[in-house]
Protein backbone atom coordinates (compact mmCIF):
# COMPACT_ATOMS: atom_id res chain seq x y z
CA UNK A 1 0.00 0.00 0.00
CA UNK A 2 1.35 3.53 -1.00
CA UNK A 3 -0.05 5.64 1.84
CA UNK A 4 0.33 9.11 2.11
CA UNK A 5 -0.08 12.13 4.63
CA UNK A 6 -0.82 15.60 3.13
CA UNK A 7 -0.69 18.74 5.00
CA UNK A 8 -2.14 16.20 8.28
CA UNK A 9 -2.38 17.64 11.80
CA UNK A 10 -4.12 17.10 15.04
CA UNK A 11 -4.87 19.36 17.92
CA UNK A 12 -7.19 19.40 20.79
CA UNK A 13 -8.30 22.81 21.75
CA UNK A 14 -4.68 24.86 22.18
CA UNK A 15 -2.87 21.65 22.33
CA UNK A 16 -0.80 20.61 19.22
CA UNK A 17 -0.46 16.77 19.18
CA UNK A 18 0.51 17.09 15.28
CA UNK A 19 1.82 19.86 13.70
CA UNK A 20 1.35 20.20 9.73
CA UNK A 21 3.20 18.14 8.05
CA UNK A 22 3.09 15.61 5.14
CA UNK A 23 5.11 12.65 4.29
CA UNK A 24 4.56 9.65 1.52
CA UNK A 25 5.41 6.17 3.08
CA UNK A 26 7.37 3.58 1.84
CA UNK A 27 5.40 1.20 -0.15
CA UNK A 28 6.15 -2.67 1.08
CA UNK A 29 9.16 -1.24 3.06
CA UNK A 30 9.98 -0.98 6.82
CA UNK A 31 9.08 2.89 7.67
CA UNK A 32 10.52 3.36 11.39
CA UNK A 33 8.73 6.47 13.79
CA UNK A 34 11.82 7.53 15.65
CA UNK A 35 11.22 9.44 18.81
CA UNK A 36 11.52 10.42 21.77
CA UNK A 37 8.60 10.26 24.30
CA UNK A 38 5.57 12.24 23.59
CA UNK A 39 7.21 13.06 20.04
CA UNK A 40 3.69 12.10 18.59
CA UNK A 41 4.46 9.21 17.34
CA UNK A 42 1.39 7.20 18.67
CA UNK A 43 -1.34 10.18 17.37
CA UNK A 44 0.35 10.10 13.93
CA UNK A 45 -0.25 6.34 13.64
CA UNK A 46 -3.58 6.31 15.05
CA UNK A 47 -4.22 9.27 12.15
CA UNK A 48 -2.84 6.52 9.47
CA UNK A 49 -5.27 4.12 10.83
CA UNK A 50 -8.50 5.90 11.09
CA UNK A 51 -8.85 5.63 14.63
CA UNK A 52 -8.76 9.17 14.97
CA UNK A 53 -9.72 12.06 12.75
CA UNK A 54 -7.24 14.91 12.10
CA UNK A 55 -8.00 18.59 12.23
CA UNK A 56 -6.40 19.03 8.99
CA UNK A 57 -5.09 17.78 6.15
CA UNK A 58 -5.95 14.34 4.27
CA UNK A 59 -4.76 10.67 4.36
CA UNK A 60 -4.28 8.84 1.04
CA UNK A 61 -4.12 4.80 0.36
CA UNK A 62 -3.09 4.45 -2.86
CA UNK A 63 -4.29 7.69 -4.18
CA UNK A 64 -7.87 7.04 -2.54
CA UNK A 65 -8.98 9.81 0.44
CA UNK A 66 -9.46 7.73 3.23
CA UNK A 67 -9.39 10.52 6.02
CA UNK A 68 -13.31 10.05 6.97
CA UNK A 69 -13.32 6.09 6.52
CA UNK A 70 -13.35 4.65 9.94
CA UNK A 71 -10.82 1.72 10.62
CA UNK A 72 -13.34 -0.73 10.58
CA UNK A 73 -13.53 -0.31 6.68
CA UNK A 74 -9.28 -0.22 6.47
CA UNK A 75 -7.19 -2.97 5.23
CA UNK A 76 -4.88 -3.02 7.91
CA UNK A 77 -3.60 -4.56 11.09
CA UNK A 78 -2.00 -3.03 14.11
CA UNK A 79 0.05 -4.14 17.18
CA UNK A 80 0.37 -2.22 20.57
CA UNK A 81 3.31 -2.05 23.28
CA UNK A 82 0.29 -4.25 25.29
CA UNK A 83 0.43 -8.06 24.96
CA UNK A 84 -2.98 -7.84 23.56
CA UNK A 85 -4.73 -11.33 23.56
CA UNK A 86 -8.32 -13.26 24.38
CA UNK A 87 -6.81 -14.99 27.52
CA UNK A 88 -9.57 -17.80 26.84
CA UNK A 89 -8.61 -18.83 23.36
CA UNK A 90 -6.14 -20.91 22.26
CA UNK A 91 -2.80 -19.69 20.82
CA UNK A 92 -4.56 -20.55 17.51
CA UNK A 93 -8.15 -19.40 18.01
CA UNK A 94 -6.60 -15.91 18.86
CA UNK A 95 -4.04 -16.20 15.70
CA UNK A 96 -7.46 -17.19 13.43
CA UNK A 97 -9.92 -14.79 15.33
CA UNK A 98 -9.33 -12.05 12.54
CA UNK A 99 -9.98 -14.16 9.70
CA UNK A 100 -13.01 -15.74 11.14
CA UNK A 101 -14.24 -11.92 11.87
CA UNK A 102 -13.79 -11.22 8.11
CA UNK A 103 -15.81 -14.35 7.03
CA UNK A 104 -15.87 -16.09 4.11
CA UNK A 105 -12.55 -17.84 4.45
CA UNK A 106 -12.86 -21.70 4.83
CA UNK A 107 -11.59 -23.55 7.12
CA UNK A 108 -8.53 -25.16 5.71
CA UNK A 109 -7.26 -22.03 4.11
CA UNK A 110 -7.47 -20.69 7.90
CA UNK A 111 -5.79 -23.43 9.61
CA UNK A 112 -3.17 -23.13 6.60
CA UNK A 113 -2.58 -19.44 7.36
CA UNK A 114 -2.40 -20.27 11.03
CA UNK A 115 0.16 -22.74 10.64
CA UNK A 116 2.40 -20.33 8.38
CA UNK A 117 2.83 -17.67 10.67
CA UNK A 118 3.09 -19.51 13.75
CA UNK A 119 5.90 -21.19 11.74
CA UNK A 120 8.06 -17.93 11.06
CA UNK A 121 7.08 -15.99 14.34
CA UNK A 122 8.82 -19.79 16.35
CA UNK A 123 5.03 -20.62 18.37
CA UNK A 124 3.96 -22.99 15.86
CA UNK A 125 4.47 -25.53 19.10
CA UNK A 126 2.17 -23.42 21.50
CA UNK A 127 -1.05 -22.97 19.18
CA UNK A 128 -3.10 -25.47 21.48
CA UNK A 129 -2.11 -23.06 24.80
CA UNK A 130 -3.82 -20.23 26.23
CA UNK A 131 -2.25 -16.92 26.71
CA UNK A 132 -1.85 -17.57 30.33
CA UNK A 133 0.19 -20.32 30.02
CA UNK A 134 2.48 -18.47 27.72
CA UNK A 135 5.89 -16.40 28.66
CA UNK A 136 6.14 -12.51 28.00
CA UNK A 137 7.73 -12.62 24.46
CA UNK A 138 5.55 -15.49 23.37
CA UNK A 139 2.23 -13.70 24.20
CA UNK A 140 3.90 -10.81 22.08
CA UNK A 141 4.54 -13.18 18.99
CA UNK A 142 0.98 -14.44 19.36
CA UNK A 143 -0.44 -10.97 19.05
CA UNK A 144 2.07 -10.35 15.94
CA UNK A 145 1.05 -13.35 14.61
CA UNK A 146 -2.36 -12.51 15.10
CA UNK A 147 -1.46 -8.59 13.01
CA UNK A 148 0.54 -10.70 10.27
CA UNK A 149 -2.44 -13.52 9.72
CA UNK A 150 -4.72 -11.21 8.17
CA UNK A 151 -1.87 -10.08 5.25
CA UNK A 152 -3.07 -6.27 5.42
CA UNK A 153 -0.96 -4.38 2.82
CA UNK A 154 -0.16 -1.80 5.93
CA UNK A 155 1.03 -3.07 9.02
CA UNK A 156 1.28 -0.57 12.20
CA UNK A 157 3.26 -1.53 15.22
CA UNK A 158 3.29 0.70 18.01
CA UNK A 159 6.60 0.08 19.97
CA UNK A 160 5.98 -3.42 20.07
CA UNK A 161 9.18 -4.73 22.47
CA UNK A 162 9.20 -2.19 24.58
CA UNK A 163 7.93 -4.48 27.63
CA UNK A 164 10.06 -7.08 26.67
CA UNK A 165 13.42 -7.85 27.97
CA UNK A 166 16.82 -7.19 26.26
CA UNK A 167 17.59 -10.63 25.07
CA UNK A 168 13.84 -11.26 23.68
CA UNK A 169 13.97 -7.66 22.03
CA UNK A 170 16.96 -8.50 19.90
CA UNK A 171 15.57 -11.54 18.92
CA UNK A 172 11.94 -10.17 17.89
CA UNK A 173 14.43 -6.99 15.91
CA UNK A 174 16.53 -9.76 13.81
CA UNK A 175 13.05 -12.07 13.16
CA UNK A 176 11.42 -8.73 12.16
CA UNK A 177 13.66 -7.58 10.12
CA UNK A 178 14.05 -10.65 8.04
CA UNK A 179 10.47 -11.12 8.02
CA UNK A 180 9.46 -8.29 6.38
CA UNK A 181 12.33 -8.34 3.76
CA UNK A 182 10.87 -10.08 1.33
CA UNK A 183 7.25 -8.87 2.04
CA UNK A 184 5.04 -7.02 0.40
CA UNK A 185 3.20 -5.02 3.16
CA UNK A 186 4.24 -1.32 4.31
CA UNK A 187 5.07 -1.80 7.89
CA UNK A 188 5.21 1.12 9.76
CA UNK A 189 7.38 0.89 13.59
CA UNK A 190 7.33 3.18 15.86
CA UNK A 191 10.26 3.24 18.21
CA UNK A 192 12.38 5.29 20.87
CA UNK A 193 15.51 3.56 20.39
CA UNK A 194 18.19 4.86 17.79
CA UNK A 195 19.48 1.57 17.32
CA UNK A 196 16.23 -0.87 16.86
CA UNK A 197 15.51 1.72 13.59
CA UNK A 198 19.17 0.96 12.39
CA UNK A 199 18.52 -2.54 13.36
CA UNK A 200 15.27 -2.63 11.53
CA UNK A 201 16.98 -0.31 8.32
CA UNK A 202 14.35 1.16 5.83
CA UNK A 203 13.38 4.57 6.08
CA UNK A 204 13.69 6.94 9.28
CA UNK A 205 10.89 9.45 10.20
CA UNK A 206 12.17 11.52 12.89
CA UNK A 207 9.72 13.26 15.21
CA UNK A 208 9.96 15.59 17.78
CA UNK A 209 7.17 17.13 19.99
CA UNK A 210 4.48 16.96 16.95
CA UNK A 211 6.94 18.05 14.34
CA UNK A 212 8.65 16.10 11.58
CA UNK A 213 12.10 16.83 11.29
CA UNK A 214 13.52 14.56 8.53
CA UNK A 215 13.01 11.36 6.88
CA UNK A 216 14.81 8.92 4.48
CA UNK A 217 16.67 6.28 3.99
CA UNK A 218 17.41 4.92 7.61
CA UNK A 219 21.60 5.03 7.41
CA UNK A 220 21.64 8.81 5.35
CA UNK A 221 19.38 10.18 8.37
CA UNK A 222 22.02 8.39 10.59
CA UNK A 223 25.28 9.68 9.31
CA UNK A 224 23.76 12.99 8.03
CA UNK A 225 21.38 14.33 10.20
CA UNK A 226 19.51 17.49 8.98
CA UNK A 227 19.95 19.55 12.17
CA UNK A 228 21.09 19.33 15.38
CA UNK A 229 17.95 18.11 17.64
CA UNK A 230 18.08 15.45 14.51
CA UNK A 231 21.52 14.13 15.81
CA UNK A 232 20.21 14.47 19.65
CA UNK A 233 17.44 12.21 18.78
CA UNK A 234 19.53 9.53 16.31
CA UNK A 235 21.80 8.95 19.40
CA UNK A 236 21.40 7.00 22.41
CA UNK A 237 23.30 8.14 24.31
CA UNK A 238 22.34 11.83 23.16
CA UNK A 239 25.21 13.24 20.76
CA UNK A 240 28.17 15.36 22.84
CA UNK A 241 27.54 19.09 21.15
CA UNK A 242 30.31 21.98 22.86
CA UNK A 243 29.74 25.56 21.35
CA UNK A 244 33.00 26.58 19.62
CA UNK A 245 34.32 29.44 17.52
CA UNK A 246 36.74 28.94 14.07
CA UNK A 247 38.97 32.32 14.26
CA UNK A 248 40.96 33.42 11.19
CA UNK A 249 42.82 31.33 9.10
CA UNK A 250 43.28 28.15 11.65
CA UNK A 251 42.19 24.72 10.78
CA UNK A 252 40.89 24.93 14.87
CA UNK A 253 37.42 24.86 17.06
CA UNK A 254 38.45 26.67 19.95
CA UNK A 255 35.77 25.04 22.54
CA UNK A 256 37.55 26.67 25.58
CA UNK A 257 40.63 29.00 26.44
CA UNK A 258 42.74 25.43 26.34
CA UNK A 259 41.23 23.42 24.04
CA UNK A 260 41.78 23.98 19.97
CA UNK A 261 39.96 20.35 18.18
CA UNK A 262 42.04 20.33 14.69
CA UNK A 263 39.26 20.13 12.00
CA UNK A 264 38.84 17.17 9.85
CA UNK A 265 38.88 17.48 6.20
CA UNK A 266 35.22 17.58 5.95
CA UNK A 267 35.21 20.90 7.96
CA UNK A 268 38.20 22.85 6.22
CA UNK A 269 35.33 24.80 4.00
CA UNK A 270 33.78 26.04 6.67
CA UNK A 271 33.55 29.93 7.42
CA UNK A 272 34.76 31.99 10.56
CA UNK A 273 32.01 31.65 12.76
CA UNK A 274 30.18 30.07 15.94
CA UNK A 275 29.23 26.89 15.63
CA UNK A 276 28.28 23.50 17.92
CA UNK A 277 30.53 20.63 16.97
CA UNK A 278 28.82 17.12 17.62
CA UNK A 279 30.39 13.71 18.96
CA UNK A 280 28.73 10.85 19.45
CA UNK A 281 29.75 8.93 22.47
CA UNK A 282 30.50 5.71 20.60
CA UNK A 283 33.18 7.79 19.26
CA UNK A 284 34.86 9.24 22.36
CA UNK A 285 37.58 6.54 23.29
CA UNK A 286 39.99 5.92 26.16
CA UNK A 287 42.61 5.00 23.80
CA UNK A 288 43.85 6.61 20.34
CA UNK A 289 42.69 4.96 17.31
CA UNK A 290 44.83 7.53 15.23
CA UNK A 291 47.92 9.72 15.48
CA UNK A 292 45.19 12.63 14.91
CA UNK A 293 43.17 11.97 17.68
CA UNK A 294 42.36 14.85 20.01
CA UNK A 295 43.19 14.14 24.04
CA UNK A 296 40.77 15.54 26.20
CA UNK A 297 41.38 15.72 29.78
CA UNK A 298 38.68 15.31 31.65
CA UNK A 299 37.11 14.11 35.55
CA UNK A 300 34.72 11.28 35.64
CA UNK A 301 31.45 12.17 37.17
CA UNK A 302 30.13 8.75 36.84
CA UNK A 303 31.22 5.17 35.29
CA UNK A 304 27.20 3.82 34.38
CA UNK A 305 27.90 0.14 33.45
CA UNK A 306 24.95 -1.44 31.22
CA UNK A 307 25.04 -4.47 30.09
CA UNK A 308 28.35 -5.18 27.57
CA UNK A 309 29.19 -0.83 28.07
CA UNK A 310 29.99 1.40 30.18
CA UNK A 311 28.65 4.87 29.78
CA UNK A 312 31.45 6.97 31.89
CA UNK A 313 30.18 10.80 31.99
CA UNK A 314 32.97 13.11 32.73
CA UNK A 315 33.82 17.07 32.48
CA UNK A 316 36.30 19.05 31.73
CA UNK A 317 35.32 22.67 32.79
CA UNK A 318 32.20 23.93 31.77
CA UNK A 319 32.55 20.70 28.83
CA UNK A 320 30.23 17.79 29.65
CA UNK A 321 31.73 14.56 27.80
CA UNK A 322 30.02 10.72 27.66
CA UNK A 323 31.97 8.06 26.71
CA UNK A 324 30.23 4.85 25.34
CA UNK A 325 32.85 2.40 25.86
CA UNK A 326 32.90 -1.27 25.31
CA UNK A 327 33.05 -3.49 28.06
CA UNK A 328 33.38 -3.21 31.99
CA UNK A 329 35.57 0.29 32.87
CA UNK A 330 35.48 1.01 37.08
CA UNK A 331 36.76 4.30 37.20
CA UNK A 332 36.00 6.19 40.62
CA UNK A 333 34.14 9.60 40.45
CA UNK A 334 36.72 12.84 40.97
CA UNK A 335 39.34 10.31 38.83
CA UNK A 336 41.03 11.66 35.96
CA UNK A 337 40.77 10.45 33.21
CA UNK A 338 42.21 11.07 28.80
CA UNK A 339 39.15 10.77 26.64
CA UNK A 340 40.18 10.60 22.95
CA UNK A 341 38.39 12.50 19.91
CA UNK A 342 39.08 12.15 16.12
CA UNK A 343 38.55 15.08 13.67
CA UNK A 344 37.29 13.13 11.19
CA UNK A 345 34.24 11.86 12.75
CA UNK A 346 32.89 14.93 14.45
CA UNK A 347 29.63 17.03 13.14
CA UNK A 348 29.35 20.42 12.45
CA UNK A 349 26.12 22.68 12.92
CA UNK A 350 25.91 26.25 12.51
CA UNK A 351 24.05 29.33 14.46
CA UNK A 352 21.02 28.01 13.47
CA UNK A 353 21.06 24.37 14.38
CA UNK A 354 21.24 23.18 10.50
CA UNK A 355 24.24 20.78 9.51
CA UNK A 356 26.97 22.76 8.21
CA UNK A 357 29.47 19.22 7.87
CA UNK A 358 29.12 15.82 8.75
CA UNK A 359 31.95 12.63 8.90
CA UNK A 360 32.53 11.08 5.85
CA UNK A 361 30.53 7.59 5.77
CA UNK A 362 33.98 5.50 6.00
CA UNK A 363 34.45 7.37 9.63
CA UNK A 364 31.35 7.05 10.97
Do not use: W
Request: with cysteine; aromatic share 4%.
Amino acid sequence: MQLQLDGISKGLGADIHIYPLSLSLQAGKINVLLGQTRAGKTTLMRLMAGLDKPTGGRVLADGVDVTGVSVRRRNLAMVYQQFVNYPAFSVFENIASPLRLAGKIGEQEIRSRVEAVAEKLHIAHLLKRLPGELSGGQQQRTAMARALVKQAPLLLLDEPLVNLDYKLREELRAELKELFSNSNTTVVYATTEPQEALLLGGHTIVLDAGRLLQQGPTLEVFHHPANQRVAEVFSDPPMNLFPSTLRGQTREAHLASDIAIPLGAHLHGLAKANYTLGVRPSHVRLQPHSPVDYPLRCEVDLAEISGSDTYLHTRHGDINLVAQLAGVHELAPGSNVSLYINPAEVFAFDAQGQLAGSPQRSAA
